[in-house]
């Protein structure tokens, strides 16, 4: 289950509400005739019918076909137009930077993909390089039709004004990315949030979530996060930081994490605790890494040898402790395991994965939940990260 944040009704926003409502029933549901939405939503069939008019002249939806109802006219079916305006999507992930457009049906129109020069970029040049992939993928695209650009970063986003990007393994502290793509040129609307937050808005409006009301979807690749839903929201904590799932302690006293503190989650099952830990207990091992994180980690789930198969247990049992800590704590009806370093190992680990956390988790909750992978693959941060505007335009029904 889905939904929109609206402002709190007055006389004077209940229009609004209106539109944002249907518009929404639209964008998840569509094509729907005007009698579908007055069912769906409870609002009257002169509300709904005078609604979709205004939206309709405003270009935000448009006719869909016809289909017939019992004895009478045919009904008129209506849908967003995705052609309405475009979406700019950022994943700023640990090891590149990835940039995608979309229409308002969120099919992907253009990609730039490009690896970080360093571990630890400094926040100017992620932005310069930011940057210039928005402006990539926005070559042939009318600069008034560009609704915002959502980017999804590492760390914890503070959501103040301006917002504030605070991400420690990178060294990166109070970081504001609206400004710096700002300096840089940047005049559409930004939305920043932690990536495992944006994958977990994408996966819970069109992937694995879909459908709950109570969900984690966690996020493994070189760091590790979690976005928590509890009862259809997305929960955030007193300062925006709740989620924080690979910075919990697995192993007291244990491996030291980027973080600083030891024996956190990310230490063990993060691509580069991971890594670490193989590199260690191969003869030699220390010589055979590489600055390619993706391609290690896919060779390690391919290897064969005694080694890798050690390694891959502990992780399994690793990584099903901590799920099952998720569902202890907030009883979700599923648990969504992403990221490109999830994706890997869950394609392969799965199984054990899930007997890890039963082993962990209490009975009862265990029961009631489902361990699945991500529907939506490794382009999750950057699909979601599109999201953020599209909530927005959903929120407001307007352009303005």
């Not at 518009?23 to 509300?47: V, W």
């Not at 990609?111 to 042939?140: F, H, N, Y």
Request: net charge negative.
């Amino acid at each position: 289950m889905v939904r929109i944040e609206v402002e709190r009704a007055t006389t004077r926003d209940m229009r609004r509400r209106n539109r944002s409502t249907l518009l929404s029933e639209l964008f998840f549901r569509g094509p729907l005739s005007r009698h579908d939405l007055s069912r769906i939503t409870g609002l009257s069939a002169a509300t709904a019918s005078s609604v979709t008019a205004e939206l309709l002249q405003e270009g935000l939806i448009v006719e869909a076909g016809q289909i017939d109802s019992d004895g009478g006219r045919p009904r008129v079916l209506l849908r967003v137009d995705p052609d309405f305006g475009r979406l700019v999507g950022a994943d700023v992930g640990e090891t590149g930077v990835k940039v995608e457009l979309f229409d308002l049906a969120m099919r992907r129109l253009a990609t730039v993909d490009e690896p970080l020069p360093s571990s630890r970029p400094e926040p100017e040049a992620v932005a310069g390089q930011l940057a210039a992939g928005i402006e990539a993928v926005l070559k042939d695209v009318d600069p008034a039709a560009l609704l915002g650009v959502g980017v999804g970063v590492p760390g914890t986003v503070e959501q103040s004004d301006p917002v504030r990007v605070h991400a420690p393994t990178l060294g990166w502290r109070g970081v504001s990315f609206e400004g710096l793509l700002r300096e840089r040129g940047v005049t559409a609307p930004v939305f920043v949030e932690n990536g495992a937050k944006t994958q977990g808005q994408a996966e819970m409006w069109f992937g694995a979530g879909r459908g709950t009301a109570d969900a984690v979807i966690v996020l493994v690749g070189s760091g590790v996060g979690a976005a928590v839903i509890t009862n259809g929201t997305l929960y955030r904590g007193a300062s925006s930081s709740a989620g924080e799932w690979g910075h919990t302690t697995v192993v007291y006293g244990g491996r030291l994490c980027r973080c600083g503190a030891r024996g956190c989650l990310e230490a063990y099952v993060g691509a580069e605790g991971i890594l670490d830990r193989y590199r260690q207990s191969e003869p030699g091992g220390e010589s055979a890494a590489t600055a390619d994180e993706l391609a290690d980690i896919a060779a390690l789930v391919a290897a064969e040898t005694p080694a890798a198969a050690e390694i891959l247990a502990e992780t399994a049992g690793m990584l099903g402790a901590g799920i099952g800590n998720l569902v202890n704590l907030f009883n979700p009806e599923r648990v969504v395991l992403g990221g490109w370093a999830g994706l890997a190992l869950g394609a392969r680990l799965l199984p054990q994965i899930r007997a890890a956390a039963g082993e962990q988790a209490l009975e009862h909750p265990f029961g009631q939940v489902s361990i699945e992978l991500c529907e939506l693959g490794p382009d999750a941060v950057a699909f979601g990260a599109a999201t953020l505007p599209m909530a927005e335009l959903l929120r407001r029904a307007s352009r303005r």
